[in-house]
């Protein structure tokens, strides 16, 4: 079944550490987000790919970077971990056209200590 | 700026009907999504309206003028399983969505 995962779900963890959250999708869709959600907020963008080895920045100021090697697959790297980090954040991703709906994971609930 | 209002907060009962209004000033528009999300959940998909009208899709119906910048979601017969944030979405003219802050629609029986 065609689905988009994202690992781990909950993650506690210390100031200062780097940490990873995974996104992976099997619909074989070309573009995927990252957005950043806090509780009643919206969504903000913070990076997003059209494709393999296409990267940008959204609208959210973010000290994560990410990168797009294979085109299932769109990791979020945070180098320092900080308090102001702690949030939601979820991964999407959408097909070829510009008009195609969003997609999402499930999430990764992060609080930095 | 870009800007997506919606209410805050809508409290309806079981079995009624509940209208969720979205107005919107962006720049360009090139459609607009209606989104269902639950607590501790990621969005999922509901409808997506590019043209003037209404869409009806079982329950859920959405309504896009354009002219107005105003679209709503309409939920019929509503259940209790329909408690959640409904996310207003507008894609812009550089077709990026713009995401309003969600109306939290709580149903009481």
């Known amino acids: 079944e065609a689905d988009i995962y994202q690992t781990p779900r909950y993650l506690v963890i210390g100031t200062g550490k780097k940490i990873t959250l995974e996104c992976s999708q099997t619909?074989?869709?070309?573009?995927m987000y990252w957005y950043q959600q806090d509780p009643g907020m919206e969504l903000h963008l913070i990076h997003y790919?059209?494709?393999?080895?296409?990267?940008e920045k959204g609208d959210l100021s973010s000290e994560s970077t990410v990168s797009r090697i294979r085109t299932e697959h769109f990791p979020l790297t945070l180098e320092s971990a900080r308090p102001s980090h702690t949030s939601q954040y979820l991964c999407?991703?959408?097909?070829?056209?510009?008009?195609?709906?969003?997609?999402f994971g499930p999430g990764t609930r992060l609080t930095v200590l | 700026g870009q800007n997506i209002d919606q209410p805050t907060e809508m409290t309806a009962t079981e079995g009624a009907i509940v209208q969720i209004n979205c107005t919107y000033q962006?720049?360009?528009?090139?459609?607009l999504f209606w989104y269902q999300q639950h607590a501790g959940e990621a969005p999922t998909f509901l409808s997506y309206?590019?043209l003037d009208g209404l869409e009806e899709k079982g329950r859920f119906s959405s309504f896009l003028s354009r002219s107005k910048g105003y679209s709503y979601l309409l939920l019929k017969e509503l259940q209790m399983k329909d408690s959640a944030s409904y996310l207003c979405?507008?894609?812009?003219?550089?077709?990026?969505?713009?995401w309003g802050a969600g109306t939290k629609l709580i149903i009481k029986p």
């Open positions: 979405a507008v894609l812009d003219s550089n077709y990026q969505l713009i």
């Open positions: 309206n590019v």
């Open positions: 619909m074989g869709h070309d573009k």
């Open positions: 790919s059209y494709g393999v080895n296409s990267t």
């Open positions: 962006t720049s360009g528009f090139n459609g």
């Open positions: 999407a991703s959408s097909g070829g056209l510009a008009t195609d709906t969003q997609y």
